[in-house]
């Protein structure tokens, strides 16, 4: 579902933009949420659609949703939304966009087109006359001269999404997908997204997206490896923005303006209200601690995180009470992102985010629950993972069970409210 169309008068309608924020599948209406607070936009100007959000806004909206969104994976300005039967009707779609009050002919471009259900036979070729329809329009209004395609690091990046029955073309803001903080540098195999991280705290209402409040309990991660979901959850106490440390794609279109994004980021670090939360993380493998206290001091949230190495079977709780946050690998994610390595207590411990054990977790999981139950009384622990069967894998009873994927993985968020002995039914 689109906006109405504006009429083009040559000048980008930079007060008047219709926005597209793309998000994992299961966080649109925290992503909702978290828009709203960004820019105020309430009833029709602000849907949440199956698979991200659309709000009407500014072009000063859309700078500060990529600084701040830790839900969104892009922000894109719908351009055109137009029905098509054909491939020369994407190019006469194309051909009606301004493309020249974006950005110049000197520069360089890529096309990216997504596709659900659509009618026509090739992907590539419905790109090619995409981008033929650019470089022709460019050439009419620039003396022949037209921008030039680059695919590793375009200038500007134009994205198509064909349905059915309609075409959607926008121009992205972001550059890098947003889940690219700008801290990780140090990351082992099949790392949790940042985004993803954002999502699981807001939907275990740790954070909450609409109000920036954070809870007052501790939040521990005892497999932490690179250190995401700490990192995460400190930068949100801190009040650092999300995208503090990176460059975006708008600074290369035309309407960016250096002064007015000084001042959004002012504006930013003058809003910010650090809370004091204890957060800590353990990772089985050292190198993986080394890692996220490397992430750590490169986003700024070294002083807020206590880092340290050990099995999660053996940790006892850093503190009294808390939230137990954590995303083990699993064999799908890990086929991914690389080769899980197996240590020499193969199932003791499986460490998130890729550390040096793998594997379904073997008597893993049902150890972690007898530990928890009788060392973590009075926690709240969340777990990710695509194993529908975990809570009986593990004995325990879920309190609740959130829908989440991890990209193309469709998992689920459970709750488990520790108590002394078993919580199964």
């Keep these: 579902m689109a906006f109405p169309s504006r009429p083009n008068d040559g000048e980008p309608p930079v007060n008047d933009l219709s926005l597209f924020l793309p998000c994992a599948a299961g966080v649109e209406e925290l992503l909702a949420q978290e828009v709203h607070a960004l820019t105020g936009r309430v009833g029709q100007d602000l849907l949440t659609l199956r698979g991200g959000v659309r709000v009407r806004a500014e072009w000063r909206d859309a700078l500060k949703l990529n600084l701040h969104s830790r839900l969104a994976q892009r922000v894109l300005v719908e351009l055109a939304h137009a029905p098509y039967r054909s491939e020369n009707d994407l190019y006469a779609i194309a051909s009606g966009v301004a493309w020249e009050i974006w950005f110049t002919p000197k520069q360089t471009f890529k096309i990216e087109t997504t596709a659900q259900h659509s009618p026509l036979q090739s992907l590539n070729f419905a790109t090619l006359r995409i981008k033929d329809a650019i470089a022709d329009r460019f050439r009419a209004k620039a003396n022949g001269v037209r921008p030039s395609i680059e695919t590793q690091w375009p200038d500007c990046r134009v ?31 099949a790392p949790l997204k940042e985004t993803l991280a954002a999502a699981m705290l807001a939907a275990s209402g740790w954070w909450n997206p609409e109000t920036g409040a954070v809870a007052a309990e501790p939040l521990y991660d005892p ?120 240590g020499a207590r193969e199932a003791a411990q499986t460490p998130g985010e890729g550390g040096s054990e793998g594997g379904d977790g073997g008597e893993f999981f049902p150890q972690l629950a007898t530990h928890w139950k009788k060392n973590y009384a009075g926690w709240t622990a969340w777990v990710l993972t695509p194993d529908l069967k975990l809570p009986r894998q593990m004995r325990l009873k879920e309190s609740r069970r959130v829908p989440m994927w991890n990209g193309p993985i469709e998992c689920r968020l459970f709750r488990f409210d520790m108590v002394a002995g078993s919580a199964r039914k």
């Design 159 to 189: 994205f198509a999404h064909l349905t059915t029955e309609h075409c959607t073309l926008y121009i992205d803001t972001s550059g890098e997908p947003l889940f690219k903080r700008g801290w990780r540098q140090d990351k082992g195999d």
């Design 223 to 342: 497999c932490c490896g690179s250190g995401t979901i700490a990192i995460e959850a400190a930068q949100i106490a801190r009040g650092i923005p999300a995208g503090s440390l990176r460059r975006f794609g708008f600074e290369k279109l035309l309407p960016f303006q250096a002064h007015v994004w000084d001042a959004i980021k002012k504006e930013a670090a003058s809003l910010a209200a650090p809370r004091d939360v204890a957060i800590f993380g353990s990772d089985v493998s050292h190198r993986m601690v080394d890692f996220a206290e490397r992430n750590a001091e490169r986003a700024g949230v070294a002083d807020a995180i206590e880092f340290r190495g050990g099995d999660a079977l053996q940790r006892m709780p850093p503190a009294e009470g808390g939230v137990i946050m954590l995303n083990p690998p699993y064999g799908e994610r890990i086929e991914v992102g690389g080769v899980a390595r197996f």
